[in-house]
Protein backbone atom coordinates (compact mmCIF):
# COMPACT_ATOMS: atom_id res chain seq x y z
CA UNK A 1 0.00 0.00 0.00
CA UNK A 2 1.73 2.97 -1.05
CA UNK A 3 1.99 6.41 1.38
CA UNK A 4 -0.69 8.36 -0.58
CA UNK A 5 -2.89 5.50 -0.20
CA UNK A 6 -2.61 5.51 3.31
CA UNK A 7 -2.91 8.95 3.85
CA UNK A 8 -6.29 8.98 1.89
CA UNK A 9 -7.82 6.61 3.95
CA UNK A 10 -6.66 8.80 7.01
CA UNK A 11 -7.67 11.87 5.76
CA UNK A 12 -11.24 11.49 4.01
CA UNK A 13 -13.05 9.70 6.48
CA UNK A 14 -12.15 12.39 9.06
CA UNK A 15 -13.00 15.02 6.73
CA UNK A 16 -16.23 13.19 5.79
CA UNK A 17 -17.35 12.79 8.76
CA UNK A 18 -16.54 16.23 10.31
CA UNK A 19 -18.20 18.00 7.25
CA UNK A 20 -21.72 15.52 7.98
CA UNK A 21 -21.43 16.63 11.48
CA UNK A 22 -20.70 20.30 11.10
CA UNK A 23 -22.77 21.18 8.26
CA UNK A 24 -25.54 18.65 8.69
CA UNK A 25 -25.79 18.97 12.44
CA UNK A 26 -25.67 15.77 13.27
CA UNK A 27 -25.81 14.30 16.34
CA UNK A 28 -23.26 12.40 17.81
CA UNK A 29 -25.65 9.41 18.63
CA UNK A 30 -24.19 6.05 19.66
CA UNK A 31 -20.64 7.20 19.65
CA UNK A 32 -19.72 4.85 22.71
CA UNK A 33 -20.47 1.55 21.12
CA UNK A 34 -18.39 2.73 18.38
CA UNK A 35 -15.75 3.60 20.23
CA UNK A 36 -16.09 0.53 22.18
CA UNK A 37 -15.44 -1.57 19.18
CA UNK A 38 -12.77 0.48 17.96
CA UNK A 39 -10.97 0.10 21.44
CA UNK A 40 -10.83 -3.73 21.36
CA UNK A 41 -10.34 -4.18 17.99
CA UNK A 42 -7.19 -1.84 18.49
CA UNK A 43 -6.51 -3.80 21.69
CA UNK A 44 -6.78 -6.92 19.69
CA UNK A 45 -4.69 -6.26 16.80
CA UNK A 46 -2.22 -4.73 19.13
CA UNK A 47 -1.57 -8.02 21.22
CA UNK A 48 -1.95 -9.60 18.02
CA UNK A 49 -0.05 -8.02 15.46
CA UNK A 50 2.25 -5.10 16.97
CA UNK A 51 3.87 -7.30 20.15
CA UNK A 52 4.95 -10.33 18.51
CA UNK A 53 6.45 -8.50 15.94
CA UNK A 54 7.98 -6.19 18.29
CA UNK A 55 9.38 -8.78 20.29
CA UNK A 56 10.80 -11.33 17.40
CA UNK A 57 14.02 -12.16 16.61
CA UNK A 58 15.71 -9.34 19.17
CA UNK A 59 17.91 -8.90 22.22
CA UNK A 60 16.67 -5.57 23.30
CA UNK A 61 13.25 -7.07 24.66
CA UNK A 62 14.28 -5.00 27.61
CA UNK A 63 14.44 -2.05 26.37
CA UNK A 64 11.15 -2.71 24.46
CA UNK A 65 9.91 -3.02 27.41
CA UNK A 66 10.76 -0.47 29.06
CA UNK A 67 9.21 1.61 25.89
CA UNK A 68 6.07 0.26 25.87
CA UNK A 69 5.34 1.18 30.21
CA UNK A 70 6.84 4.98 28.82
CA UNK A 71 4.05 5.03 26.09
CA UNK A 72 1.50 3.64 28.45
CA UNK A 73 1.92 6.50 31.23
CA UNK A 74 3.00 8.91 28.36
CA UNK A 75 -0.62 8.69 27.06
CA UNK A 76 -1.45 9.61 31.14
CA UNK A 77 0.41 12.87 30.58
CA UNK A 78 -1.61 13.71 27.24
CA UNK A 79 -4.27 13.11 29.15
CA UNK A 80 -3.65 16.36 31.37
CA UNK A 81 -3.73 18.15 28.66
CA UNK A 82 -6.96 16.53 26.80
CA UNK A 83 -8.98 15.67 29.67
CA UNK A 84 -9.42 12.03 28.55
CA UNK A 85 -10.78 13.72 24.91
CA UNK A 86 -9.63 10.76 23.03
CA UNK A 87 -11.61 8.43 24.89
CA UNK A 88 -14.67 9.95 23.79
CA UNK A 89 -15.60 11.91 27.11
CA UNK A 90 -17.70 14.68 25.14
CA UNK A 91 -19.82 15.16 28.01
CA UNK A 92 -17.32 15.96 30.54
CA UNK A 93 -16.66 19.03 28.43
CA UNK A 94 -19.87 20.12 26.97
CA UNK A 95 -20.78 21.64 30.66
CA UNK A 96 -21.04 25.78 30.54
CA UNK A 97 -19.09 25.94 27.44
CA UNK A 98 -18.15 29.70 26.44
CA UNK A 99 -16.95 30.89 23.39
CA UNK A 100 -13.24 30.51 23.26
CA UNK A 101 -10.99 27.72 22.00
CA UNK A 102 -10.03 24.82 24.13
CA UNK A 103 -5.91 25.15 22.79
CA UNK A 104 -5.20 22.19 25.54
CA UNK A 105 -7.29 20.04 24.55
CA UNK A 106 -6.72 20.23 21.10
CA UNK A 107 -2.57 20.00 21.49
CA UNK A 108 -2.97 16.64 23.69
CA UNK A 109 -5.93 15.36 20.82
CA UNK A 110 -3.35 16.45 18.32
CA UNK A 111 -0.24 14.56 19.74
CA UNK A 112 -2.41 11.38 20.06
CA UNK A 113 -3.63 11.64 16.84
CA UNK A 114 0.30 11.84 15.62
CA UNK A 115 1.46 9.17 17.40
CA UNK A 116 -1.09 6.57 16.15
CA UNK A 117 0.28 7.31 12.65
CA UNK A 118 3.58 6.19 12.69
CA UNK A 119 2.95 2.11 13.37
CA UNK A 120 0.83 2.17 10.03
CA UNK A 121 4.14 4.12 8.18
CA UNK A 122 7.00 2.14 9.55
CA UNK A 123 7.37 -1.49 7.60
CA UNK A 124 10.85 -2.75 9.72
CA UNK A 125 7.76 -3.81 11.58
CA UNK A 126 9.48 -7.10 10.72
CA UNK A 127 7.82 -10.37 8.18
CA UNK A 128 5.69 -11.05 10.87
CA UNK A 129 3.64 -7.64 9.87
CA UNK A 130 4.07 -8.90 6.21
CA UNK A 131 2.85 -12.54 6.34
CA UNK A 132 -0.07 -11.84 7.99
CA UNK A 133 -2.47 -15.11 8.28
CA UNK A 134 -6.12 -13.13 8.32
CA UNK A 135 -7.90 -11.47 6.03
CA UNK A 136 -5.99 -7.94 5.98
CA UNK A 137 -2.52 -7.23 6.46
CA UNK A 138 -1.26 -6.35 9.49
CA UNK A 139 -0.58 -2.60 7.83
CA UNK A 140 -4.26 -2.88 6.82
CA UNK A 141 -5.56 -3.97 10.09
CA UNK A 142 -3.71 -1.39 12.03
CA UNK A 143 -4.87 1.45 9.68
CA UNK A 144 -8.42 -0.04 9.64
CA UNK A 145 -8.08 0.02 13.91
CA UNK A 146 -6.85 3.98 13.43
CA UNK A 147 -10.03 4.99 11.28
CA UNK A 148 -12.48 3.29 13.37
CA UNK A 149 -11.05 4.94 16.20
CA UNK A 150 -10.44 8.35 14.71
CA UNK A 151 -14.36 8.53 13.32
CA UNK A 152 -16.66 8.92 16.80
CA UNK A 153 -13.27 10.97 18.04
CA UNK A 154 -14.13 13.33 14.68
CA UNK A 155 -17.52 13.28 15.65
CA UNK A 156 -16.88 14.31 19.20
CA UNK A 157 -14.44 16.61 18.39
CA UNK A 158 -17.05 18.80 15.74
CA UNK A 159 -19.41 19.14 18.38
CA UNK A 160 -17.23 20.19 21.33
CA UNK A 161 -15.91 22.97 18.76
CA UNK A 162 -19.81 23.68 18.23
CA UNK A 163 -20.30 23.66 21.75
CA UNK A 164 -17.96 26.57 22.46
CA UNK A 165 -19.46 28.73 19.83
CA UNK A 166 -16.70 28.63 17.01
CA UNK A 167 -17.49 29.69 13.85
CA UNK A 168 -17.85 27.12 11.02
CA UNK A 169 -14.96 27.76 8.97
CA UNK A 170 -12.59 27.68 12.53
CA UNK A 171 -14.12 24.37 13.09
CA UNK A 172 -13.59 23.06 9.77
CA UNK A 173 -9.59 24.28 9.40
CA UNK A 174 -9.18 22.27 12.96
CA UNK A 175 -10.74 19.18 11.43
CA UNK A 176 -8.65 19.21 8.66
CA UNK A 177 -5.61 19.77 10.91
CA UNK A 178 -6.94 16.90 12.78
CA UNK A 179 -6.81 14.44 9.80
CA UNK A 180 -3.28 15.45 9.05
CA UNK A 181 -1.83 14.37 11.97
CA UNK A 182 -1.52 10.63 11.34
CA UNK A 183 -0.02 10.84 7.66
CA UNK A 184 2.26 14.20 10.18
CA UNK A 185 4.04 10.54 11.31
CA UNK A 186 4.29 9.45 8.01
CA UNK A 187 6.40 12.41 6.89
CA UNK A 188 8.64 12.64 9.97
CA UNK A 189 9.34 8.56 9.40
CA UNK A 190 10.25 9.18 6.09
CA UNK A 191 12.30 12.30 7.31
CA UNK A 192 14.62 10.13 9.22
CA UNK A 193 14.68 7.33 6.81
CA UNK A 194 15.88 10.00 4.15
CA UNK A 195 18.81 11.35 6.60
CA UNK A 196 20.69 7.17 6.35
CA UNK A 197 21.15 7.93 9.84
CA UNK A 198 22.20 4.36 10.94
CA UNK A 199 20.24 4.10 14.09
CA UNK A 200 17.10 4.37 12.05
CA UNK A 201 16.90 0.92 12.90
CA UNK A 202 17.15 1.61 17.06
CA UNK A 203 14.23 4.67 16.56
CA UNK A 204 12.09 1.89 14.78
CA UNK A 205 12.59 -0.53 17.66
CA UNK A 206 12.15 2.19 20.02
CA UNK A 207 9.08 4.40 18.83
CA UNK A 208 6.96 1.20 18.03
CA UNK A 209 7.17 -0.07 21.67
CA UNK A 210 6.59 3.41 23.02
CA UNK A 211 3.08 3.69 20.29
CA UNK A 212 1.87 -0.23 21.60
CA UNK A 213 1.87 1.57 25.19
CA UNK A 214 -0.09 4.09 23.94
CA UNK A 215 -2.79 1.88 21.89
CA UNK A 216 -2.77 -0.17 25.52
CA UNK A 217 -3.97 2.77 27.25
CA UNK A 218 -6.09 4.23 25.46
CA UNK A 219 -7.70 1.00 24.22
CA UNK A 220 -7.95 -0.92 27.88
CA UNK A 221 -9.62 2.63 29.15
CA UNK A 222 -12.28 2.73 27.22
CA UNK A 223 -12.69 -0.58 27.45
CA UNK A 224 -12.52 -0.67 31.28
CA UNK A 225 -14.53 2.71 31.99
CA UNK A 226 -18.01 2.39 33.10
CA UNK A 227 -21.11 2.92 30.36
CA UNK A 228 -23.98 5.02 31.99
CA UNK A 229 -25.03 4.47 35.84
CA UNK A 230 -21.74 2.72 36.15
CA UNK A 231 -22.54 -0.93 34.89
CA UNK A 232 -21.96 -2.72 31.57
CA UNK A 233 -25.10 -2.93 29.62
CA UNK A 234 -25.47 -6.41 27.28
CA UNK A 235 -25.24 -4.26 23.92
CA UNK A 236 -21.94 -2.72 24.94
CA UNK A 237 -20.45 -6.00 25.78
CA UNK A 238 -21.64 -7.44 22.40
CA UNK A 239 -19.84 -5.25 20.41
CA UNK A 240 -16.76 -5.37 22.11
CA UNK A 241 -16.98 -9.23 21.60
CA UNK A 242 -17.82 -8.05 17.62
CA UNK A 243 -14.54 -5.65 17.85
CA UNK A 244 -12.51 -9.02 19.35
CA UNK A 245 -13.90 -11.29 16.92
CA UNK A 246 -12.77 -8.87 13.77
CA UNK A 247 -9.12 -8.10 15.32
CA UNK A 248 -8.73 -11.92 15.38
CA UNK A 249 -10.22 -13.10 12.20
CA UNK A 250 -8.84 -9.77 10.19
CA UNK A 251 -5.11 -10.20 11.98
Known sequence: MSVFTICL??????????????????KP?????????????????????????VFANSNDNFIKGIAIVGGFFFQTIIEAFSNGFEHGHLHSH???????????????????SYLE??????????????SSNGLLSAQQ????????????LTAAFVT????????????????????????FAGG?????????????????EVV??????????????ILFESADNHKYQLPRVIVIVVGVCCGIIFS
Open 9 to 26: YLILPIITVGCLFLFLKI
Open 188 to 204: TYLLFQNTNIQSLSIFN
Open 94 to 112: SVNCKKHIPISLIIGLYLH
Open 29 to 53: LHLNFLLAFSASYLFTITIVELLPS
Open 208 to 221: IPFIIGVFLHTSTT
Open 160 to 183: LLLEHQLKKQIVLIFICLFALMAP
Open 117 to 130: GFPIFIPELGQPLE
Open 141 to 152: SILFSVITHNIP
